[in-house]
């Protein structure tokens, strides 16, 4: 297993072409089954439906997104979104087989990266969007027959609708509505590939489950559709994307992730998005917790242009308990928009988000978070952490907390640190012997470390190498 | 080994040292002495290579290199190092993360074991509180154990140049005795130069210079032995007016 997780997802269909416009100009020549017009229409969206084959319920719910996406605004109220032109995309793209992009078409940059972080030449093509698949049948395959045997679903969402249309019918979209917002509507409408996992009553699945093994011919990324049932008392871990560099050449990502953790069951949700900085990263993350059921998401924003995601939990049931630790990286032209959402509805729930972010070379972090403790949810608890890091003076970082306390007999703690590293500190290390990244790496990692504490150990040390990457102004 | 000629040099417009000749041999202590405001302190900064001062006129040699345009972290590395008079906190960058980093980059290869065990062991020498090693540098430390943090700093890294700004400022006596010990010890047997930046006398009973050198505004006015020392305990500054 590799310590980089790549990502299925990120490979050709969405790689080449989609976007005219790109930005870096690479043309790519790749040959597709069917590619519909640019943007969005009653007709695309009832075309794609066709095309997957899907039953009439699920095109009624696209046609329902389409006509919310519509209506609805861009958010005014998070990131600079003005720059997404909606009409400019190809919403569909299904690539012929066997088609491919050229290694030479792939940025030095990226190139030079997987160097540094040593990503294996299969990987490589896969991640770069070279290979339409990666051939990972020899560990998927026991794997598969190990999960099937436990009875653990994990599907692409296009085959889990095929397979398990009541499951997929029952929960789809009651988490994340279409009407929740502008984005949330235009996966809706659109949506390809994801992962749907169902994992059965009592069962801990053991292995951390990731996107990287399942294979989907169908490649997704754009607009992935994610929706995760841990039946009651079950164990889940679940591990998206890809911390090396995710080349697409698609400038926007609108991905929606759906999860329903019952009774007694406990799920962990870890992200590292390293999308290409050319990407607006545009996700909706919820969960719904149910009685002492317990939800952690593990957040890390690092790529993209612009990413708004503030991954939430409801927690419905009594004694459900809801956490996000995010860390979110925001460089040169970068705008990291993340937070979390906790809404407690019922009784003895608690909460904790901790937030760590890191702003430099004039990059922008924003802490965008709400607590909501609703009427009847007593004894409930609830913490925030926000910190911010800027390296200098050009960086900033903006902390917008929302509580909405509507319940007495409620503990609410909420600690905000802005913290800025000094030249005079920097000074301090250099006169030492140790070189000014380096130094300045040191900063960056004393700061993160109580949140790193907490992050799978694979994925810590890849973030605090990838960091020190980004410090170097080495990553495409 | 150190060796500065003709030094002129400005801070913020304002020109801080104007022509300053100054030498520091291996093994040696060299007090450097003067009013507030003389220059002492603009002296140690451009030493180090602090990137606010500027060089105007004049050269900085270390062990026979033209280091005037050196960065602060090269100057480091070569072995010549400062011990601050306000040694800035550091929150999160741990005692022994710092000093690790710092004996990684001159490229030793050093293990992290080893590193730990030679630190607790100068900082008992020192008295200074173990559970300090593992907090963030100098972060809640008092005046007295950011000096001692120091000296720790300078034991492991053996630097072959030390500069000591101010270090006997807010010590009792008997930090000051351990401090000045510290020093001493890298002189005898690490033959290390030091130029001893202080405005009081009472250092120079636990640490004898082989030279005492007077700077007023900018300017060195005066350099010899002890009797430097005794003109300035008996007639204060003034004698330069």
New interface residues.
Partial sequence: MSRFDPKVQSSVADVSGVDDQYQLGHADKVEYEYKAPKGLSEKVVSEISIRKGEPLWMLEKRLEGLKIFQEKKIPGWGADLSEVNFENIHYYLKPKTGESRSWSNVPDEIKKTFDKIGVPEAEREMLAGVKGQYDSEVIYGSLKKNLEDKGVVFLSMDEGLKQYESLVREYFGTVVPAGDNKLAALNTAVWSGGSFVYVPKGLDVGMPLQAYFRINAENAGQFERTLIIADEGSKLHYIEGCSAPAYSAASLHAAVVEIFVKKDASVQYSTVQNWYKNVFNLVTKRSWVGENAKMKWVDGNLGSKTTMKYPACILAGRGASGEVLSVAWAGKNQHQDTGAKMIHLAPQTTSRIISKSISKAGGRATYRGMIQISRGAKGSRSKVVCDALLLDEKSRTDTYPMNKIMENEVVMEHEATVSKVSEEQLLYLMSRGIEEHEAEALIVNGFMDDVVKEIPLEYAVEMNRLIQLEMEGSVG | MIKVKGLKARVDEKIVLDGVDIEVGAGEIVALMGPNGSGKSSLSNIL?G?P?YEVLEGQVWFDGTDITNF???ER??MGL??S?QH??A?????VR???L??LR??GLTVSALEVKKEIEKIAAELSLDEALLAR??NDGFSGGERKKLEIL?MKV?KPKMLIVDEIDSGLDIDALKIVADGINDLVKNGNTGVLLITHYQRLLKFLKPNKVVVLRRGKVVDSGGDEVVTKLENQGYQVYE
């Fill in positions: 180090i602090n606010k960065s602060v972290d480091a590395r190092v400062m601050f040694p800035v550091i929150p999160g960058v741990t993360e710092l000093i980093s710092a980059q001159k963030g540098v700093q890294l």
